[in-house]
C-alpha cells in the first residue's frame, strides 16, 4: 500500500514563530528571575513532555499538569498480556528514517520490530485473496482514484473526496465489485490513514503532511518508553484536570479541579477534540483567529481491537491482512503480530465514521463482529480470542479522538493560527498544530520541541 508516500524528505526543519505581541505584566505579589521562568504545561503527552524536557533542561521552573493518572496521553501502552505490551494509541513510528524519534529510542536503546506494506495480502468479499485479475482491476480503479484526487488538487475550490471520487463510484451499481474496491481503497488507504471519513476530508489538503522514509516500527516494550524517557526529572501533577487558564494578566493562573498554578507562561497541549468540546476555559476568551482554527479543523478516529488466539490460522508470513468488505469500512484493515513479534495475536481497525459508530456496541459485540469477518476470510473451524483488547478514542473525555485532519476548508494556515503563540503568555502544541506532520507522534514532539523554542526566544 502506498501509505505515507506523498511527500518524503531526508532531513527537517523547526519553524520558530516571530512573536511581536507583548503580555502587560502585573505583579501582584508575584515575581521571577529574569533568567528563570515558571512554566505550567498543560498535557503530559508527547508534545507536553517535548517541551517541559527542553524548558527544564534549560534551567526553568516547569510543572506539568495532566489530567489523566498517567503520562503519555495519546500514547498508552497496555501490559494486560505480561508477554505483549499493546498500544491502545500510538503504535508506530512512521518512517524511521530522520526521523526525531528515532534518535530518542537510539539513546535509550529500545528495541523496535519491523512491520512492512509490503508483506500484504487482499482478499476479496468472499475471503479469497485476490486474483491476479482482480489485482489488476484494483490497482486500475486505484489510479482512476488517485488521478481523480490530483485532478481536484489543481482547483481554486475545495471538495470532499467523496464528492470528487462521485462521478467515478457513480458508473457502477452499489452491489458491485468496483464499486466494493473503490470503498476499500477510500477507507484503506485514506480513511485509516488520516481517520476522517470521505465526506468530510479535504481532496485538496487531505494529504499536505510530509514523511519519512522506511518500514514503520513499533517497539517491543511499547510506545511508553519514549513518554516515560522524556518524563525523568520533571515535575508532573497527575489527576488535575483544567477547567481555565486565566492568560490576560501576568501571572497566568491555570485553575484545576483540585488547586490553581501560576506562571509567566503557559503551553497548552490539550488535544484538537478537547479545544473543540470547550472543556477548558479561556478567560479573556481566545481570539477570533485561534477559535477558527479549532473549529476549521477535524479530529477523526481510529480505533482498535486486539485479538488473541491460541494458534495461528493466518497467513504466518503477512504483517498486514486486508479485506474488501461488503459494507463500507468494515473490518477492513488487520495487522499480524506474527512474523515481527512471534506472537498469535490479530489487530483489526475501524476508523472514522465506522470507528466513532462502533463505540457504543459492547465489547461481545465488538469481537462478534471482527470474528464475523475472520470466519469469512479463514473458515467457520477457526478458533475463539482467549482474549481480547478494545479501544474508545472518541468516548475518552481527554482526547475525544485519535488525531487530527483537514476537514473541506481547512488549509496548513490554519494549524499555523492554532500553533501561533498569544500576548508572549500563551502557547500552543501538539499534534494538530504541526502544519508539517499533524497526525503523528513525530509531529507531536516537533510542536513540543517549537513551542520550547519559542520561550527560549523571549
Not at 196 to 208: C, H, M, R, T
Request: aromatic content about 10%; some cysteine; hydrophobic content about 40%.
Amino acid at each position: 500500500m502506498d501509505r505515507r508516500n506523498f511527500l518524503k524528505i531526508f532531513g527537517l526543519t523547526l519553524m520558530i514563530s516571530v512573536i511581536n505581541s507583548a503580555c502587560r505584566k502585573e505583579a501582584q505579589g508575584y515575581t521571577a528571575a529574569s533568567n528563570k521562568k515558571r512554566i505550567v504545561i498543560i498535557g503530559a503527552g508527547l508534545s507536553g513532555l517535548a517541551a517541559a524536557q527542553e524548558l527544564y533542561r534549560r534551567g526553568h521552573e516547569v510543572v506539568v499538569v495532566e489530567a489523566r493518572d498517567r503520562i503519555g496521553g495519546r500514547i498508552w501502552t497496555s501490559t494486560q498480556w505480561a508477554d505483549m505490551p499493546l498500544d491502545f494509541g500510538a503504535t508506530w513510528i512512521h518512517g524511521p528514517q530522520g526521523n526525531p524519534l528515532t534518535d530518542l529510542a537510539d539513546q535509550i536503546n529500545a528495541k523496535r520490530l519491523t512491520t512492512t506494506y509490503n508483506k500484504t495480502v487482499t482478499h476479496n468479499t468472499s475471503g479469497m485473496p485476490l486474483s491476479e485479475v482482480e489485482k489488476v482491476r484494483m490497482e486500475d480503479l486505484r489510479t482512476q482514484v488517485v488521478k481523480a484526487l490530483k485532478k481536484a488538487q489543481g482547483k481554486d475550490d475545495d471538495a470532499s473526496i467523496r464528492q470528487v471520487i462521485k462521478p467515478l463510484i457513480d458508473q457502477f451499481d452499489e452491489s458491485s465489485e468496483a464499486h466494493r474496491f473503490i470503498n476499500f481503497i477510500l477507507n484503506g488507504t485514506i480513511e485509516h490513514e488520516y481517520s476522517g471519513s470521505a465526506e468530510k476530508l479535504s481532496a485538496q489538503w487531505y494529504d499536505s503532511a510530509k514523511a519519512f522514509d522506511g518500514d514503520d516500527v513499533f517497539f517491543a516494550q511499547g510506545f511508553k518508553v519514549i513518554p516515560e524517557f522524556l518524563a525523568q526529572g520533571l515535575q508532573i501533577e497527575l489527576g488535575q484536570v483544567v477547567k481555565e487558564i486565566e492568560w490576560e494578566r501576568s501571572p497566568v493562573r491555570v485553575i484545576t479541579q483540585k488547586t490553581e498554578f501560576i506562571a509567566d507562561h503557559v503551553v497548552v497541549t490539550l488535544p484538537l477534540g478537547v479545544l473543540q468540546a470547550k472543556s477548558v476555559r479561556f478567560s479573556p476568551e481566545l481570539p477570533h483567529s485561534k477559535q477558527n482554527a479549532i473549529v476549521k479543523l477535524g479530529m477523526g478516529v481510529l480505533n482498535k481491537c486486539y485479538l488473541r488466539f491460541p494458534n495461528v490460522f493466518w497467513s504466518a508470513d503477512a504483517d498486514w491482512l486486508e479485506y474488501v468488505s461488503e459494507k463500507h469500512g468494515e473490518w477492513t484493515e488487520w495487522v499480524s503480530f506474527k512474523q515481527a513479534a512471534n506472537m498469535p495475536i490479530l489487530l483489526g481497525f475501524n476508523a472514522a465514521d465506522r470507528g466513532r459508530a462502533i463505540e457504543v456496541w459492547s465489547d461481545k459485540q465488538i469481537v462478534e463482529s471482527a470474528m464475523q469477518t475472520l470466519r469469512t476470510i479463514y473458515g467457520g473451524s477457526i478458533p475463539e480470542p482467549i482474549d481480547y483488547q478494545i479501544t474508545r478514542w472518541a468516548s475518552d473525555p481527554f482526547s475525544l479522538g485519535s488525531y487530527s485532519y483537514n476537514p473541506v476548508g481547512a488549509t496548513p494556515k490554519i494549524r499555523q493560527e492554532l500553533a501561533a503563540p498569544l500576548k508572549k503568555c500563551l502557547f500552543f502544541a501538539g499534534e494538530a498544530s504541526d502544519k508539517d506532520y499533524f497526525g503523528t507522534t513525530h509531529g507531536a514532539y516537533l510542536s513540543g520541541l517549537r513551542v520550547a523554542q519559542e520561550i527560549l526566544k523571549l
